[in-house]
Nanobody, 115 residues
Framework: QVQLRESGGGTVQAGGSLRLSCYSS????????MSWYRQDPGKQRELVAR???????NYTDSVKGRVTISRDRVRNTIALQMDTLKAEDTAVYYC?????????WGQGTQVTVSS
């Protein structure tokens, strides 16, 4: 049974920064990919950033240069550092981990960016 716990969401002014964290009960040694997704009301959930077990990363075009995904193998956490936030970054952010053939989702944490 895999448990994911997101934290760090909140409200920030446009141009500000926020750092999200996701704890995974499953060791990252067992994970192929660790990702952050987001979904705002009425829209499809979209990938924000993804990091592979080897440390390689991918980002959606809308956040490139403004966000950084990282992972701590000791504490089993996945972080999303978000800088220069924009109003369009407002969404519920979800942690997702992909194991060997199975994926798991966290409960989500709200990020609100205001001008």
């Amino acid at each position: 049974q895999v448990q994911l716990r997101e934290s760090g969401g909140g409200t920030v002014q446009a141009g500000g920064s926020l750092r999200l964290s996701c704890y995974s009960s499953l060791s990252m040694l067992r994970l192929n990919y660790m990702s952050w997704y987001r979904q705002d009301p009425g829209k499809q959930r979209e990938l924000v950033a993804r990091i592979a077990n080897d440390g390689s990363t991918n980002y959606t075009d809308s956040v490139k240069g403004r966000v950084t995904i990282s992972r701590d193998r000791v504490r089993n956490t996945i972080a999303l550092q978000m800088d220069t936030l924009k109003a369009e970054d407002t969404a519920v952010y979800y942690c997702k981990v992909q194991g060997r053939g199975r994926g798991y989702w966290g409960q989500g944490t709200q990020v609100t960016v205001s001008s």
